[in-house]
């Protein structure tokens, strides 16, 4: 490995060629979305102007917003339905108590009324958080959007005045998500003083061992004891059957008793 | 991703305080003029 | 084989005796000028594109005056045509065209959205007629084949009538079928006007907005307190450990 300093790999590439899709979706939604938002601004014009038109616009908009759909069902069958190693009910990934108290306590920690940094597991409650906001901003995106890009068939079902309500739900929670990423996520991975330029691990998932030790101890611990248990049971096992090599030299020398010789199994 | 990753350790370790600080507050700025449109456009 | 040394050394030579890295450098310096004087240009040209006047969409009307002269709500004090207008609920209809979704495509350069004469005044009617009558294609009766002429006969069966084009998206009193004023927002410049429609015994899109705004504000303020007092405290870290390693040297 060229920067051993990186030595913990926290996603594999499924992973991350899942959060590559999302945010090359997510960057052309709101690039072709916020046109529509606020068509009167200058900037809406030329960008549409940039793209070849409104068809264009258009189009852009739906790909990137079915892409999204079909990422977050994959998402969701996979980890629920296909990698069965964890029931999806206990994944770490899901918010728990000790979540809220986390952040708590890192609110005292960064205004200096605790000593101790908040001591969490595989995913901090900040991550979670991210991942939550993704979770729901998809299905809003989702289940507002679809009616409108399929609007000939939702008509049959819906009146007019909801279509203009999901229009409503779906253009601002577009907001919401575009602003919380760009001011809170960019923080987590840009401009935090620990990560200014930027984190590469989006790309090649790993991070430092003082990364694991600052955010996510408890997982370190226990990957730690994992590995000694691991070892302790290989170093048993070669002594055993160190020692029954030995013993069966010891017999093969001596007369042999009827009894089998030990299994060294 | 050896030597780009050396470079941004290498760039953090010289200006990631400063750098911080002035993204920072460009991306603060841009929060707060958005959050008063949203509430302008809404009052 | 490839001498590679004479390459670089040919190479040197043709930068006046500088070096690699210099006429590597200038390379990359003169193809970002280049790349920055066509998206100057690319910009200059959208911005001179999106700024002409004949994009804003005005639609001919009746007898050579362009619909907006009247059905438009404005904030300075009304004419009496305009007042008319307000009084019967016809005013603001420009703005909150613009608000829809044909005025917002309109605005993007789409030169096949509607504009008014489109769905009020067409061939087969010879005038413009309110929506309960029942010759006016506005007529919810009609609405359906007014819309399938361009959306298709899918339109036919859909239920477009209950509902209305016409319905500014935010600025609705939260209390249905109230008359609404005309409010100026806190901040210059941010002004929204309301406009007097009746729109419904449940006005979910007013109760959507405000339920949006809630949480965006909501937790884009919070998040954003978190990270600021984050970055000071990171910062503070920072410093003393950059003090300490400096000390430990000495």
Redesign the interface.
Known sequence: M??E??AYRRFGLFFRIQHGLLFSSVIIAVITGLPMKYPDAWLSRVTVMLMGGVQMRAFLHHAAGLTMVVLGIVHIVYYVFIDRRVPFYKRPVLFRLKDLRDMVQHQQYNLGLRKDFPRMGRYTWFEKFDYIGVIWGIAVMALTGLPMLYMNTALKFIPLSWLQALWAAHSDEA?LAT?FL??IH??HV???????????TW??GRVTREDMEKYHPLELEAWERKQREAEERERREAEARARAAAEAAAQSESPAPESAPPSTE | ??????W??R??AR???I??????TI??A??VY?????????? | MIDLRREAHRLVAATDGRSLRWASGRARWRGTRGLLAVLALLLAAGVAWADDPTHVPVAGGLQGKTCYECHIQGVSALSPVQEHSRRYSLAGAFETYMESPHGRLRQLGDMRAPMCEDCHFTREWKDILPADNPESPINPRNLPRVCARCHGTAMLTAKVAEGSMHLEL??RSLVPGAPLEV?Y???PG?T?REWAYYIGPFDVTAYV??FF?LI??GT??AF?LY??VD?LR??KE??AAQDAASHHEE
């Open positions: 060229k920067n300093r990186y907001m602003l760009l001011v960019m923080y840009h401009f935090s003083p620990e990560r200014f330029p930027m984190t590469l790309w090649h | 991703m050896g030597s780009f990753q050396q941004l350790d760039t953090n200006y990631g305080g750098g911080a600080v002035i993204t920072a991306c603060l841009v929060l958005a959050l008063l449109v949203i509430l302008g456009d809404f009052w | 935010r600025h409010k927002g806190f901040l941010l929204k907005s405000a705004l965006t504000v884009l303020g954003g990270m600021v970055l990171k910062l920072r410093h």
